[in-house]
C-alpha cells in the first residue's frame, strides 16, 4: 500500500501564490506512478488540475490552470509537489494527490476514476 499526505494548503488572495506537497510512504514504488493532482469544492464534481508521468519529463494541465500552476515530482525523495500561482476565487478547493500505477501516458490520466491511491486533502480558499 501507498499512503499520501497533502500539505501547503490555506488562505491566500487573489492573485497570490501557494505550494502544495504530497509525500508518499508506506510500501512505495513510486517511480512507478503516475501522479495527478484534483480538487473540488463543494457541489461539484472531482477534477483534474495536472499530471506528471513516472519519469517526471511529461505534463498535463486543465486548461483553467495552465500557465499558472506547475507540477513537479521529485522520485528520490518520494514526492510530488503543485505551484500554484496567480491564485483565482475559482481556484478555492479542496485539492488531493493522486497516484496510480501505469506504464502509460495520455489523457486518460485526467480520468479521477483511474487513480487506486488518494490523499486525504488540503483546503486551498482563495479570497478575492
Known amino acids: 500500500q501507498v499512503q499520501l499526505v497533502e500539505s501547503g494548503g490555506g488562505l491566500v488572495q487573489a492573485g497570490g501564490s501557494l505550494r502544495l506537497s504530497c509525500a508518499a510512504s508506506?510500501?512505495?514504488?513510486?517511480?512507478?506512478?503516475?501522479m495527478g493532482w484534483f480538487r473540488q469544492s463543494p457541489g461539484k464534481e472531482r477534477e483534474f488540475v495536472a499530471g506528471?508521468?513516472?519519469?517526471?519529463?511529461?505534463?498535463d494541465y486543465a486548461d483553467s490552470v495552465k500557465g499558472r500552476f506547475t507540477i513537479s515530482r521529485d522520485n528520490a525523495k518520494n514526492t510530488v509537489s503543485l505551484q500554484m500561482n496567480s491564485l483565482k476565487s475559482e481556484d478555492t478547493a479542496v485539492y488531493y494527490c493522486?497516484?496510480?500505477?501505469?506504464?502509460?501516458?495520455?489523457?486518460?490520466?485526467?480520468?479521477?476514476?483511474?487513480?487506486?491511491?488518494w490523499g486525504q486533502g488540503t483546503q486551498v480558499t482563495v479570497s478575492s
Open positions: 506528471v508521468s513516472r519519469g517526471p519529463g511529461t505534463t
Open positions: 508506506g510500501r512505495t514504488f513510486f517511480d512507478s506512478l503516475a
Open positions: 493522486a497516484g496510480l500505477q501505469t506504464t502509460g501516458w495520455g489523457s486518460f490520466l485526467r480520468d479521477a476514476r483511474l487513480y487506486r491511491y
